[in-house]
């Protein structure tokens, strides 16, 4: 079975643009989280999906920051327009309905903002 | 609101050794969970265990075990014979479960290297 994968690994982009990330969690997973780790903190809570509803998204940062999850699959973590302080690694986690509590995490994304 | 520390940043263990993490948690909320979890240089987040908050036993998990201390709000996570493979970042973590949603907070983590 194919674990929560998450594309690109890396991307550096400057100051100013945009960047979407692409989370796919684990077939048959319903809930499906973002978190992120800059720099020396810890991992932090963006947001998470039950389908493709918005559960409780109160770690997301500002409004530069859009999660979506289409038809309740895949998500986009899109950050318009990133600024330094976003760099980080965003992960990405999955669990079933039944056990949400056990959440399987993807690789992470590596975000550089020059 | 729940917090997790881990007041060891980094340490170094013995090759066959067994190592003791230390995470302290605080939370109002009676009904919660703790995890651990593995980041090895590869990058990605392992789940490693888990202890229910009203579970009487300490959970273990072929060579972790977790010491729950409930009183004290501690869940050390202990790691029996070490192996080289072992050297990663271990990050605890609290889910409360009466609360909306379900968001772990984790601690800052703790670098392990394990010597040869």
Not at chain 2, 68 to 92: E, H, P
């Amino acid at each position: 079975e194919a674990g929560v994968t998450q594309f690109p690994s890396h991307s550096v982009i400057e100051k100013g643009q945009t960047v979407t990330l692409r989370c796919d969690p684990i077939s048959g997973h319903d809930n499906l989280y973002w978190y992120r780790r800059v720099m020396g903190k810890e991992i932090k809570f963006l947001l998470h999906f039950v389908k493709e509803s918005k559960q409780d998204e109160s770690g997301m940062p500002n409004n530069r920051f859009l999660a979506e999850r289409t038809g309740g699959t895949y998500s986009t973590l899109k950050v318009q327009p990133a600024e330094l302080e976003d760099s980080g690694v965003y992960f990405c986690a999955s669990s079933q309905g039944s056990i949400p509590y056990e959440q399987y995490f993807g690789p992470g994304t590596r975000l550089t903002v020059t | 609101a729940q917090k997790i520390t881990q007041t060891q940043p980094g340490m170094f263990v013995q090759e066959k050794e067994a190592v003791t993490l230390d995470c302290t948690y605080d939370t109002s909320d009676p009904s919660y969970g703790l995890f651990w979890y593995k980041q090895p240089s590869s990058g990605e987040m392992i789940f490693l265990i888990y202890q229910g908050s009203y579970d009487q036993q300490n959970a273990t998990e072929g060579r972790y075990s977790l010491n729950f201390q409930k009183a004290r709000k501690s869940a050390n996570l202990v790691i029996s014979a070490s192996q080289l493979g072992d050297s990663a970042m271990y990050f605890c973590a609290i889910l409360n479960f009466k609360a909306a949603g379900n968001k772990l907070t984790f601690g800052g983590g703790t670098r392990v290297l394990v010597k040869p």
